[in-house]
């Protein structure tokens, strides 16, 4: 076990079974604040299902999952958004036909009082924001161009600049570097650094160049239990992990 610490996520004892099947099985995390936890771990381990979880989109069978006190397994999925958890699928869900500046303006959190304020004209605060994420994720001089001309890397930057404008404390991505070129890579290392300044970040991965990169901590799942967890250097070597990886 860690020493008591201010944990963002807190999950204990998680099990979901379809059918009968335990994808996720009994699993505990515990997630600092500011901390970069990659998942990694075989295909069918329950990574993704571990973030459907946390994000509602998926139901509990068993366990608890805290997020900064609140248990989350009660909440329906707007309310976990809105309690602080953003999530990024696998495939990009922008919108092609809009610039980036538009896309990310759309994500812009809106309380009441600012919709009512706002009629058609762009209200500075949303113009400085949306600014300041596009020099984050590296596109501010894309600002006025169609996400269509995007690459894919590209895009991928897109939808997590649409999360952080949400300004989120948990932000998991579902492997991100998926398809992107290797200075993309290295760029989107350097993105979720940045980033952890004021947020956690869960990220499930399978480029261990990347995971090495970025992890303060990895967790194995392994038929949707944790096989082995801590440093990148730690588990890789574990006789268990080695074992599933190279075994058989
Ligand atoms: N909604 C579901 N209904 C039934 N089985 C599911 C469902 N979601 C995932 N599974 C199963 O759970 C296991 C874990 O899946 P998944 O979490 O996607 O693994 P990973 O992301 O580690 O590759 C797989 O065997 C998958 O087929
Ligand atoms: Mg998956």
Same mark, same amino acid.
């Given at each position: 076990?860690? =020493?008591?610490?201010?944990?963002?996520?807190?999950?204990?004892?998680?099990?979901?079974?379809?059918?009968?099947?335990?994808?996720?099985?009994?699993?505990? #995390?515990?997630?600092?604040?500011?901390?970069?936890?990659?998942?990694?771990?075989?295909?069918?381990?329950? &990574?993704? $299902?571990?973030?459907?979880?946390?994000?509602?989109?998926?139901?509990?069978?068993? *366990?608890? /999952?805290?997020?900064?006190?609140?248990?989350?397994?009660?909440?329906?999925?707007?309310? /976990? @958004?809105?309690?602080?958890?953003? !999530?990024?699928?696998?495939?990009?869900? +922008?919108?092609?036909?809009? $610039?980036?500046?538009?896309?990310?303006?759309?994500?812009?959190?809106? *309380?009441?009082?600012?919709?009512?304020?706002?009629?058609?004209? !762009?209200?500075?605060?949303?113009?400085?924001?949306?600014?300041?994420?596009?020099?984050?994720?590296?596109?501010?001089?894309?600002?006025?161009?169609?996400?269509? #001309?995007?690459?894919?890397?590209?895009?991928?930057?897109?939808? +997590?600049?649409? #999360?952080?404008?949400?300004?989120?404390?948990?932000?998991?991505?579902?492997?991100?570097?998926?398809?992107?070129?290797?200075?993309?890579?290295?760029?989107?290392?350097?993105?979720? =650094? !940045? /980033?952890?300044?004021?947020?956690?970040? #869960?990220?499930?991965?399978?480029?261990?160049?990347? @995971?090495?990169? +970025?992890?303060?901590?990895?967790?194995?799942?392994?038929?949707?239990?944790?096989?082995?967890?801590?440093?990148?250097? &730690? @588990? =890789?070597?574990?006789?268990?992990?080695?074992?599933?990886?190279?075994?058989?």
């Amino acid at each position: 076990m860690y =020493q008591q610490k201010d944990f963002v996520l807190t999950i204990e004892g998680l099990t979901v079974s379809f059918d009968g099947f335990k994808a996720v099985n009994d699993v505990s #995390l515990y997630i600092e604040e500011q901390e970069i936890r990659v998942i990694i771990g075989p295909n069918g381990a329950g &990574k993704t $299902t571990v973030l459907d979880l946390i994000c509602g989109r998926t139901k509990a069978t068993e *366990g608890s /999952i805290k997020f900064k006190g609140k248990e989350l397994t009660k909440l329906k999925e707007h309310e /976990i @958004v809105h309690a602080g958890v953003g !999530r990024k699928f696998q495939n990009p869900s +922008i919108y092609e036909d809009l $610039t980036v500046f538009e896309n990310l303006e759309l994500s812009f959190p809106r *309380g009441k009082k600012v919709w009512g304020a706002l009629t058609f004209s !762009r209200d500075q605060e949303v113009i400085d924001k949306v600014t300041e994420i596009a020099e984050m994720i590296f596109l501010q001089d894309k600002l006025d161009s169609p996400a269509n #001309l995007l690459s894919h890397g590209q895009k991928q930057w897109l939808e +997590i600049g649409m #999360l952080l404008i949400q300004d989120p404390e948990l932000l998991m991505l579902d492997e991100p570097v998926a398809g992107m070129s290797v200075s993309e890579r290295k760029q989107t290392a350097e993105l979720l =650094q !940045r /980033i952890t300044k004021d947020r956690s970040v #869960l990220v499930i991965e399978h480029d261990m160049h990347f @995971v090495e990169e +970025i992890a303060d901590r990895v967790t194995v799942l392994h038929q949707g239990q944790v096989l082995s967890e801590g440093s990148m250097e &730690k @588990v =890789q070597n574990d006789p268990k992990v080695i074992e599933v990886y190279l075994g058989h």
